[in-house]
DNA sequence: AGAAATTTGTCCGTATGTATC
DNA sequence: AGATACATACGGACAAATTTC
Protein backbone atom coordinates (compact mmCIF):
# COMPACT_ATOMS: atom_id res chain seq x y z
CA UNK A 1 0.00 0.00 0.00
CA UNK A 2 2.68 2.30 0.68
CA UNK A 3 4.09 4.18 -2.58
CA UNK A 4 5.71 2.67 -5.32
CA UNK A 5 6.07 5.88 -7.88
CA UNK A 6 7.62 4.04 -10.38
CA UNK A 7 6.20 5.15 -13.60
CA UNK A 8 2.83 7.26 -12.97
CA UNK A 9 1.72 8.09 -10.04
CA UNK A 10 -1.82 6.64 -9.05
CA UNK A 11 -3.98 10.16 -8.74
CA UNK A 12 -2.84 10.82 -12.24
CA UNK A 13 -4.13 7.66 -13.31
CA UNK A 14 -7.61 8.01 -11.37
CA UNK A 15 -7.71 11.40 -12.96
CA UNK A 16 -6.95 9.56 -16.87
CA UNK A 17 -10.36 7.59 -15.82
CA UNK A 18 -12.81 10.12 -15.07
CA UNK A 19 -11.25 12.83 -17.78
CA UNK A 20 -12.37 9.70 -20.40
CA UNK A 21 -15.48 9.11 -18.62
CA UNK A 22 -16.45 13.03 -18.78
CA UNK A 23 -15.42 12.83 -22.27
CA UNK A 24 -17.16 9.74 -23.29
CA UNK A 25 -20.46 11.39 -22.23
CA UNK A 26 -20.97 8.80 -18.90
CA UNK A 27 -20.64 11.58 -16.94
CA UNK A 28 -22.89 14.43 -18.36
CA UNK A 29 -21.96 18.19 -18.38
CA UNK A 30 -24.39 19.06 -15.04
CA UNK A 31 -24.14 15.97 -13.44
CA UNK A 32 -22.52 15.21 -9.92
CA UNK A 33 -19.51 12.88 -9.42
CA UNK A 34 -19.94 10.37 -7.38
CA UNK A 35 -18.68 11.26 -3.88
CA UNK A 36 -15.20 11.19 -2.52
CA UNK A 37 -16.03 8.09 -0.59
CA UNK A 38 -17.59 6.53 -3.76
CA UNK A 39 -14.18 7.12 -5.61
CA UNK A 40 -12.06 5.51 -2.97
CA UNK A 41 -14.19 2.47 -2.68
CA UNK A 42 -14.33 2.02 -6.63
CA UNK A 43 -10.69 3.05 -7.25
CA UNK A 44 -9.10 1.73 -3.47
CA UNK A 45 -7.32 4.50 -2.99
CA UNK A 46 -7.19 6.74 -0.34
CA UNK A 47 -9.30 9.95 -0.08
CA UNK A 48 -6.53 12.11 -0.45
CA UNK A 49 -5.32 10.28 -3.62
CA UNK A 50 -9.32 10.73 -5.21
CA UNK A 51 -8.90 14.27 -3.74
CA UNK A 52 -5.34 15.23 -5.88
CA UNK A 53 -7.41 13.38 -9.18
CA UNK A 54 -10.41 15.46 -8.90
CA UNK A 55 -7.98 18.48 -8.20
CA UNK A 56 -6.07 18.09 -11.99
CA UNK A 57 -9.65 18.19 -13.25
CA UNK A 58 -10.93 21.18 -11.65
CA UNK A 59 -7.51 22.99 -13.17
CA UNK A 60 -8.46 22.01 -15.78
CA UNK A 61 -11.30 23.47 -15.95
CA UNK A 62 -13.49 20.45 -16.75
CA UNK A 63 -15.27 20.16 -13.30
CA UNK A 64 -16.09 22.50 -9.98
CA UNK A 65 -16.68 21.86 -6.82
CA UNK A 66 -19.12 22.91 -4.16
CA UNK A 67 -18.63 22.37 0.00
CA UNK A 68 -21.34 19.86 0.87
CA UNK A 69 -22.72 19.28 -2.43
CA UNK A 70 -20.19 17.54 -4.78
CA UNK A 71 -18.29 18.20 -8.13
CA UNK A 72 -20.35 18.30 -11.67
CA UNK A 73 -18.80 18.42 -14.58
CA UNK A 74 -19.15 21.73 -16.30
CA UNK A 75 -21.15 22.58 -18.97
CA UNK A 76 -18.53 22.73 -21.45
CA UNK A 77 -18.06 26.30 -23.15
CA UNK A 78 -15.17 25.22 -25.09
CA UNK A 79 -14.48 28.03 -27.72
CA UNK A 80 -13.57 30.36 -24.65
CA UNK A 81 -11.81 27.79 -22.36
CA UNK A 82 -8.18 27.38 -21.77
CA UNK A 83 -7.76 31.30 -21.46
CA UNK A 84 -7.55 33.29 -18.00
CA UNK A 85 -9.60 32.77 -14.88
CA UNK A 86 -9.75 29.83 -14.76
CA UNK A 87 -10.45 30.45 -10.65
CA UNK A 88 -7.28 29.05 -9.36
CA UNK A 89 -6.22 30.24 -6.71
CA UNK A 90 -2.80 30.62 -6.97
CA UNK A 91 -0.74 31.66 -10.01
CA UNK A 92 2.88 32.11 -10.58
CA UNK A 93 4.79 33.77 -13.24
CA UNK A 94 8.38 34.81 -13.88
CA UNK A 95 8.62 38.99 -14.49
CA UNK A 96 11.85 41.31 -14.96
CA UNK A 97 13.24 43.28 -11.99
CA UNK A 98 12.23 47.04 -12.63
CA UNK A 99 14.24 49.33 -10.92
CA UNK A 100 12.56 48.94 -7.47
CA UNK A 101 12.72 45.36 -7.13
CA UNK A 102 16.17 45.42 -9.17
CA UNK A 103 17.50 47.68 -6.12
CA UNK A 104 15.78 45.99 -3.10
CA UNK A 105 16.65 42.18 -4.36
CA UNK A 106 20.44 43.39 -5.53
CA UNK A 107 20.25 42.29 -8.96
CA UNK A 108 20.34 43.80 -12.14
CA UNK A 109 17.30 45.45 -13.85
CA UNK A 110 15.48 42.94 -16.09
CA UNK A 111 16.47 40.04 -13.60
CA UNK A 112 14.09 36.76 -13.51
CA UNK A 113 11.83 37.34 -10.26
CA UNK A 114 9.30 35.23 -9.53
CA UNK A 115 5.79 36.48 -8.75
CA UNK A 116 3.26 34.85 -7.13
CA UNK A 117 -0.40 36.00 -6.96
CA UNK A 118 -3.00 34.54 -3.85
CA UNK A 119 -6.16 35.86 -4.33
CA UNK A 120 -8.16 34.72 -1.60
CA UNK A 121 -11.99 35.05 -2.14
CA UNK A 122 -14.51 34.32 0.68
CA UNK A 123 -18.08 33.31 -0.51
CA UNK A 124 -17.32 33.97 -3.85
CA UNK A 125 -16.12 37.67 -3.10
CA UNK A 126 -12.56 39.01 -3.31
CA UNK A 127 -10.89 39.86 -0.15
CA UNK A 128 -7.72 40.62 -1.09
CA UNK A 129 -5.28 40.31 -3.48
CA UNK A 130 -1.50 39.71 -2.34
CA UNK A 131 1.48 39.51 -4.56
CA UNK A 132 4.83 38.04 -3.91
CA UNK A 133 7.99 38.39 -5.17
CA UNK A 134 11.36 36.83 -5.11
CA UNK A 135 14.07 35.36 -6.34
CA UNK A 136 14.63 32.28 -8.23
CA UNK A 137 16.82 29.54 -5.89
CA UNK B 1 14.26 21.45 -7.36
CA UNK B 2 15.69 19.41 -4.76
CA UNK B 3 17.61 20.67 -1.75
CA UNK B 4 20.11 23.68 -1.96
CA UNK B 5 19.75 24.78 1.59
CA UNK B 6 22.47 26.84 2.10
CA UNK B 7 22.54 28.66 5.27
CA UNK B 8 19.09 28.54 6.43
CA UNK B 9 16.53 25.46 6.01
CA UNK B 10 13.47 26.14 3.61
CA UNK B 11 11.12 25.48 6.50
CA UNK B 12 13.15 28.53 8.66
CA UNK B 13 12.42 30.75 5.76
CA UNK B 14 8.51 30.16 5.23
CA UNK B 15 8.06 30.36 9.17
CA UNK B 16 9.92 33.45 8.53
CA UNK B 17 7.66 34.69 5.29
CA UNK B 18 4.27 33.96 7.15
CA UNK B 19 5.46 35.60 10.24
CA UNK B 20 6.44 39.00 8.27
CA UNK B 21 2.92 38.69 6.68
CA UNK B 22 1.48 38.19 10.46
CA UNK B 23 3.62 40.86 11.72
CA UNK B 24 2.99 43.21 8.70
CA UNK B 25 -1.24 42.95 8.84
CA UNK B 26 -1.42 40.79 5.89
CA UNK B 27 -2.78 38.15 8.09
CA UNK B 28 -4.62 39.79 10.85
CA UNK B 29 -5.15 38.47 13.96
CA UNK B 30 -8.66 36.62 13.93
CA UNK B 31 -8.20 35.19 10.36
CA UNK B 32 -7.09 32.01 9.01
CA UNK B 33 -4.29 31.25 7.25
CA UNK B 34 -4.20 29.59 3.66
CA UNK B 35 -4.21 25.80 4.15
CA UNK B 36 -2.06 23.85 4.42
CA UNK B 37 -2.28 22.86 0.30
CA UNK B 38 -2.38 26.28 -1.04
CA UNK B 39 0.73 27.16 0.86
CA UNK B 40 2.34 24.31 -0.53
CA UNK B 41 1.40 25.32 -4.08
CA UNK B 42 2.85 29.01 -2.93
CA UNK B 43 5.88 28.31 -1.63
CA UNK B 44 6.60 25.12 -3.76
CA UNK B 45 7.64 23.56 -0.64
CA UNK B 46 6.45 19.92 0.12
CA UNK B 47 3.37 19.68 3.33
CA UNK B 48 5.94 18.40 5.73
CA UNK B 49 7.94 21.25 4.88
CA UNK B 50 4.79 23.84 5.21
CA UNK B 51 3.49 22.14 8.44
CA UNK B 52 7.12 22.06 10.16
CA UNK B 53 7.06 26.13 9.63
CA UNK B 54 3.32 26.50 11.15
CA UNK B 55 5.27 24.66 13.97
CA UNK B 56 7.39 26.99 14.18
CA UNK B 57 4.79 29.85 14.18
CA UNK B 58 2.79 27.44 16.69
CA UNK B 59 5.40 27.25 18.97
CA UNK B 60 6.23 30.93 19.58
CA UNK B 61 2.53 31.61 20.26
CA UNK B 62 1.53 33.52 16.63
CA UNK B 63 -0.69 31.21 15.83
CA UNK B 64 -2.93 28.06 17.14
CA UNK B 65 -4.08 25.14 14.59
CA UNK B 66 -7.61 23.59 15.35
CA UNK B 67 -8.10 20.24 13.88
CA UNK B 68 -10.67 20.13 10.86
CA UNK B 69 -10.64 24.01 11.01
CA UNK B 70 -7.49 25.24 9.96
CA UNK B 71 -4.45 27.54 11.73
CA UNK B 72 -5.33 31.19 12.53
CA UNK B 73 -3.57 34.47 13.88
CA UNK B 74 -3.83 34.66 17.38
CA UNK B 75 -5.28 38.24 19.02
CA UNK B 76 -1.69 38.99 20.29
CA UNK B 77 -2.32 40.78 23.55
CA UNK B 78 1.27 41.39 24.51
CA UNK B 79 2.38 43.67 22.08
CA UNK B 80 5.88 43.60 23.90
CA UNK B 81 6.61 41.87 21.38
CA UNK B 82 10.69 42.95 21.65
CA UNK B 83 10.71 43.00 17.49
CA UNK B 84 12.38 39.84 16.29
CA UNK B 85 15.60 39.92 15.02
CA UNK B 86 14.36 39.40 11.47
CA UNK B 87 13.04 42.93 10.31
CA UNK B 88 10.27 44.13 7.94
CA UNK B 89 9.88 47.15 6.86
CA UNK B 90 5.88 48.10 6.38
CA UNK B 91 4.35 50.70 4.08
CA UNK B 92 0.55 51.38 3.39
CA UNK B 93 -0.27 53.28 0.49
CA UNK B 94 -3.56 54.38 -1.14
CA UNK B 95 -3.56 53.44 -4.94
CA UNK B 96 -6.06 53.89 -7.49
CA UNK B 97 -7.72 50.49 -8.78
CA UNK B 98 -6.38 49.53 -12.65
CA UNK B 99 -8.35 47.36 -14.77
CA UNK B 100 -7.27 44.31 -13.49
CA UNK B 101 -7.85 44.55 -9.56
CA UNK B 102 -10.96 46.88 -10.49
CA UNK B 103 -12.65 43.97 -12.03
CA UNK B 104 -11.16 41.68 -9.27
CA UNK B 105 -12.95 43.57 -6.34
CA UNK B 106 -15.88 44.51 -8.95
CA UNK B 107 -15.30 48.32 -8.35
CA UNK B 108 -15.06 51.28 -10.59
CA UNK B 109 -11.59 51.63 -12.44
CA UNK B 110 -9.86 54.49 -10.30
CA UNK B 111 -11.90 53.37 -7.31
CA UNK B 112 -9.79 53.67 -3.77
CA UNK B 113 -7.43 50.40 -2.85
CA UNK B 114 -4.66 50.39 0.43
CA UNK B 115 -1.83 48.81 -0.88
CA UNK B 116 0.32 47.21 2.21
CA UNK B 117 3.99 46.54 1.39
CA UNK B 118 5.65 44.17 3.23
CA UNK B 119 9.51 43.61 2.37
CA UNK B 120 11.28 41.04 4.49
CA UNK B 121 14.75 40.70 4.99
CA UNK B 122 17.21 38.33 6.75
CA UNK B 123 20.43 39.48 7.34
CA UNK B 124 20.32 42.78 5.35
CA UNK B 125 18.99 41.11 2.14
CA UNK B 126 15.78 41.25 0.96
CA UNK B 127 13.99 37.44 1.11
CA UNK B 128 11.19 38.53 -0.25
CA UNK B 129 8.54 41.63 -1.14
CA UNK B 130 4.54 40.86 -0.44
CA UNK B 131 2.01 43.93 -1.83
CA UNK B 132 -1.28 42.91 -1.07
CA UNK B 133 -4.35 45.13 -2.04
CA UNK B 134 -7.89 45.06 -0.10
CA UNK B 135 -10.85 47.38 -0.27
CA UNK B 136 -11.05 50.30 2.44
CA UNK B 137 -13.98 49.70 5.12
C1' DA C 1 -38.56 24.16 11.81
C1' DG C 2 -35.22 20.99 13.31
C1' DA C 3 -32.39 16.88 13.44
C1' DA C 4 -29.73 13.59 10.89
C1' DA C 5 -27.14 12.14 7.03
C1' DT C 6 -24.16 13.33 3.26
C1' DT C 7 -20.31 15.59 1.31
C1' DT C 8 -16.49 18.45 0.91
C1' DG C 9 -12.58 21.07 3.49
C1' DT C 10 -8.84 20.81 6.55
C1' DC C 11 -5.61 19.03 9.80
C1' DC C 12 -3.01 15.03 12.12
C1' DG C 13 0.22 11.44 12.14
C1' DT C 14 2.67 8.19 9.70
C1' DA C 15 5.16 5.75 6.02
C1' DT C 16 8.11 4.79 1.79
C1' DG C 17 11.17 5.95 -1.81
C1' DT C 18 14.25 9.33 -4.00
C1' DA C 19 17.64 12.89 -4.13
C1' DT C 20 20.88 16.46 -2.58
C1' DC C 21 23.95 18.74 0.46
C1' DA D 1 26.01 9.12 7.59
C1' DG D 2 22.70 12.54 8.71
C1' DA D 3 19.79 16.45 7.79
C1' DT D 4 16.89 18.50 4.55
C1' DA D 5 13.49 18.20 1.14
C1' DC D 6 10.62 16.30 -2.41
C1' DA D 7 6.54 13.40 -4.12
C1' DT D 8 3.45 10.01 -3.10
C1' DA D 9 0.04 7.51 -0.28
C1' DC D 10 -2.51 5.77 3.71
C1' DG D 11 -6.06 6.21 7.41
C1' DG D 12 -8.33 8.86 10.90
C1' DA D 13 -10.71 12.80 12.88
C1' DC D 14 -12.99 17.14 13.26
C1' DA D 15 -15.33 21.29 10.85
C1' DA D 16 -18.56 23.30 7.89
C1' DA D 17 -21.90 23.57 4.02
C1' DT D 18 -25.68 21.29 1.89
C1' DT D 19 -29.30 18.08 1.43
C1' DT D 20 -32.62 14.91 3.13
C1' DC D 21 -35.87 13.24 6.34
Same mark, same amino acid.
Given at each position: ?? &?????? +??????????????? $?GI? +??? &??? +?????? &????????G??????????? @??? &??? @????????????R???????T???V???????D????A?????? $?????E? @???????????????TY????
Amino acid at each position: MP &TPHYGQ +PRYRAIADELRNRIE $GGII +PPG &TLL +PAESKL &TAEFRASRGTIRQAIAILRE @EGL &TAT @EHGRGTYVKTDMRSSSAHRQTGSDVQQSIISADAYLAALFQVDM $GAEIIET @EVISRTADKVVSVTRTYRLPR
